[in-house]
């Protein structure tokens, strides 16, 4: 039997959890970590409790939860709707509509009344605010085309979603009974799905599997009528989560079967590490596509070089060419494509054939020749020096390739910025930091994040608000330079050597000693940094440091 879907039992066994544990509680903040995921978090006397809500077609769910999901530096407009009409309200109710898998909090607030509506309906699972004049206020998926079963947009009348079969959990007896009787002996499972309103294959199988399916039935209502359940996490054959139910199912292994405390517990146990992992693979593959694009780059920056090398067997010839066009320049008509002139640089002036621009004059074909000569010099001179970094940069993309293969999800959201898949890191500031605040980020070539102040409000904020207490912070031996931190995700005792000296090579080349031969940089864990009161910006005290010595060169 396949494990049940966020289904209509689990989700009327939540409500009930919810509307015991939510009603009455203060809405004091909104977050929206990612574009199908919105946090709320409520006061209510003795707790702050986060309901979770996600509309990922894959692993749609809705639980309280404990953690603390990362949160983008600018709000969606989402968000910021709900933050502007649901902050500061009272929730006042938690319901499921009908057996549907739609969850809904009614929620009184300054600007009025307003109804959180999370429809879990697969590919069109969605996040509503609808206003008291049932309008919608915004929704964090929009449908809008005219092929879409509902419209859900802005200032749009809400669609009720309307089912007119009776609901296996509030239809009377008799309406359950007669259906039943109606249909096949024995019922087979489509039609009992198809039955009913909030008739999960799941729960159709569950019931069918019971020696008496309708009794089993009849049972089930009246857990649900009476509120008793019994939260459970199934496993599978290898112990691990793969679904989440209100009651214990008789068809599943009794040993594959662990008990929870409570339904939002078994559902953010069974459906969040999926979605964690889902969200993963999906960043891991991102990234890795981004270091085979660079890793292209760096090949045909490689056979540029090569080609350079061989390019400067010829430029003696193309020298040659242009000093004989110099000499000949009086005698060789506009126009031409080609000309033979008597070599005198080779044995017994052996004649040579010039190609010529017919556009050019000779003249300018000479210096055309002599351009192509310094250039194809130039560049062979170059290039063993280029095909050495290029070496380099592909041996890092290599490294960085093996650390996002074997990160795990906190650690890939690290690296998951904008120009972190590059070799060398060269990262341009792409954190949204207040107005005047200058951030650098950037990544090591063993694949850790590292941010740089540019600035002195930058190297301010850094160390005070956008860093964390195991971050490990850095700063040239009493000189003014850049502060930076490696973010550790608090594996600071896991940062190897090399990050520790690539990142003090960053902060030597953006002091004022950039010029001197060798530099102190001392680093420590940013917890044992602290600016005193009333210091300007930039200005810290720190202890427990350790010193690396390291050498500026190189451009920043």
């Given at each position: 039997?396949?494990p049940?879907s966020?289904?209509?039992?689990?989700?009327?066994a939540?409500?009930?959890?919810?509307?015991?544990?939510?009603?009455?509680?203060?809405?004091?903040?909104?977050?929206?970590?990612?574009?199908?995921?919105?946090?709320?978090?409520?006061?209510?006397y003795?707790?702050?409790?986060?309901l979770?809500i996600n509309?990922?077609?894959?692993?749609f769910?809705a639980?309280?939860?404990e953690?603390d999901?990362?949160?983008?530096e600018?709000p969606?407009?989402f968000?910021?709707a709900?933050r502007?009409?649901?902050?500061?309200g009272?929730?006042?109710?938690?319901?499921?509509?009908?057996?549907?898998?739609?969850?809904?909090?009614?929620?009184?607030?300054?600007?009025g009344?307003?109804?959180?509506v999370?429809?879990?309906?697969?590919?069109?699972a969605?996040i509503?605010?609808?206003?008291?004049?049932?309008?919608?206020?915004?929704a964090?998926?929009?449908?809008?085309?005219?092929?879409?079963i509902?419209?859900?947009?802005?200032?749009?009348?809400?669609?009720v979603?309307s089912?007119?079969r009776?609901?296996?959990?509030?239809a009377?007896?008799?309406?359950?009974?007669?259906?039943?009787?109606?249909l096949?002996?024995?019922?087979?499972?489509?039609?009992?799905?198809?039955?009913?309103?909030?008739?999960?294959?799941?729960?159709?199988?569950t019931?069918?599997?019971?020696?008496?399916p309708?009794?089993?039935?009849v049972?089930?209502?009246?857990c649900?009528?009476?509120?008793?359940?019994?939260?459970?996490?199934?496993?599978?054959?290898?112990?691990?989560?793969?679904?989440?139910?209100?009651?214990?199912?008789?068809?599943w292994?009794p040993?594959?079967?662990?008990?929870?405390?409570?339904?939002?517990?078994?559902?953010?146990?069974a459906?969040?590490?999926?979605?964690?992992?889902?969200?993963?693979?999906?960043?891991?593959r991102?990234l890795?596509?981004a270091?085979d694009?660079e890793?292209r780059?760096l090949?045909?920056?490689?056979?540029?070089?090569r080609?350079?090398?061989?390019?400067?067997?010829?430029?003696?010839?193309?020298r040659?060419?242009?000093?004989?066009?110099?000499?000949n320049?009086?005698a060789?008509p506009r126009g031409?494509?080609?000309v033979?002139l008597a070599?005198?640089?080779?044995?017994?002036?052996?004649p040579?054939?010039?190609?010529?621009?017919?556009s050019?004059?000779?003249?300018?074909?000479a210096?055309?020749?002599f351009?192509?000569?310094?250039?194809?010099?130039?560049?062979?001179?170059?290039?063993?020096?280029?095909l050495?970094?290029?070496?380099?940069?592909?041996e890092a993309?290599?490294i960085r390739?093996?650390a996002?293969?074997?990160?795990?999800?906190?650690?890939?959201?690290?690296?998951?910025?904008?120009?972190?898949t590059?070799?060398?890191?060269?990262?341009?500031?792409t954190?949204?930091?207040?107005?005047?605040?200058?951030i650098k980020?950037?990544?090591?070539?063993?694949?850790?994040?590292?941010?740089?102040?540019?600035?002195?409000?930058?190297?301010?904020?850094?160390?005070?608000?956008a860093?964390?207490?195991?971050?490990?912070?850095?700063?040239?031996?009493?000189?003014a330079?850049?502060?930076?931190v490696?973010?550790t995700?608090r594996?600071s005792?896991?940062?190897?050597?090399?990050?520790?000296?690539?990142?003090?090579e960053?902060?030597?080349?953006?002091?004022e000693v950039?010029?001197?031969?060798v530099?102190?940089?001392d680093y420590?864990?940013?917890?044992?940094?602290?600016?005193?009161?009333n210091?300007?910006?930039?200005?810290?005290?720190y202890?427990?440091?350790?010193?690396i010595?390291?050498e500026?060169?190189g451009s920043?």
């Open positions: 039997m396949k049940p966020f289904d209509s039992l689990t989700i009327r939540l409500a009930a959890e919810l509307d015991r544990d939510l009603v009455g509680a203060q809405v004091q903040k909104v977050y929206q970590p990612d574009e199908q995921t919105v946090v709320l978090q409520a006061h209510k003795p707790h702050n409790r986060r979770l509309v990922n077609p894959g692993v769910r639980h309280l939860t953690s999901p990362r949160n983008p600018g969606p407009a968000c910021m709900l502007r009409f649901l902050e500061g009272r929730i006042l109710s938690v319901q499921q509509v009908g057996a549907d898998r739609i969850l809904v909090l009614s929620v009184s607030a300054a600007l009344s307003f109804r959180l999370a429809e879990f309906l697969g590919r069109y969605n509503v605010l609808v206003d008291e004049d049932d309008r919608i206020v915004e964090i998926r929009h449908f809008g085309t005219p092929s879409a509902r419209i859900i947009l802005p200032n749009r009348p809400y669609p979603v089912d007119t009776p609901s296996v959990w509030d009377p007896d008799t309406v359950i009974d007669g259906v039943w009787n109606a096949a002996k024995p019922p087979v499972l489509k039609e009992v799905q198809d039955s009913f309103s909030g008739m999960s294959p799941f729960l159709a199988g019931i069918l599997s019971a020696d008496d309708l009794a089993y039935l049972s089930l209502r009246k649900v009528r009476q509120g008793r359940f019994s939260p459970v996490v199934l496993l599978d054959g290898n112990n691990d989560p793969v679904g989440a139910w209100p009651i214990v199912p008789p068809a292994p040993a594959q079967v662990r008990t929870a405390e409570t339904m939002s517990r078994a559902i953010e146990e459906y969040g590490r999926r979605s964690d992992a889902d969200k993963r693979n999906t960043i891991a991102r890795l596509a270091i694009r890793a780059t090949k045909a920056r490689r056979e540029d070089a080609r350079h090398i061989a390019e400067a067997e010829r430029a003696e010839e193309w040659v060419a242009g000093e004989l066009l110099s000499v320049a009086h060789i031409a494509k080609s033979s070599n005198y640089y080779a044995e017994n002036s052996a040579m054939t010039i190609a010529l621009d017919p050019l004059s000779a003249r300018e074909n210096e055309a020749y351009r192509k000569a310094r250039k194809a010099k130039t560049s062979a001179e170059r290039a063993p020096g280029d050495q970094r290029i070496a380099e940069l592909e993309l290599e390739r093996q996002v293969e074997s990160a795990d999800f906190p650690t890939l959201l690290d690296m998951d910025t904008p120009g972190s590059r070799a060398g890191g060269n990262d341009q500031q954190r949204a930091f207040p107005p005047g605040v200058r980020r950037l990544t090591s070539p063993q694949g850790w994040p590292v941010w740089i102040g540019e600035n002195a409000t930058g190297n301010d904020y850094l160390t005070t608000k860093s964390d207490p195991d971050d490990i912070w850095f700063h040239v031996r009493a000189a330079s850049a502060h930076a490696i973010r995700a594996r005792d896991q940062v190897p050597p090399e990050t520790l000296r690539w990142a003090a960053q902060v030597a080349r953006r002091s950039k010029g001197s031969g530099i102190p940089v420590t864990l940013r917890r044992y940094v602290r600016k005193p009161r210091a300007t910006p930039g200005r810290v005290t202890e427990r440091e350790k010193t010595f390291v500026a060169g920043i």
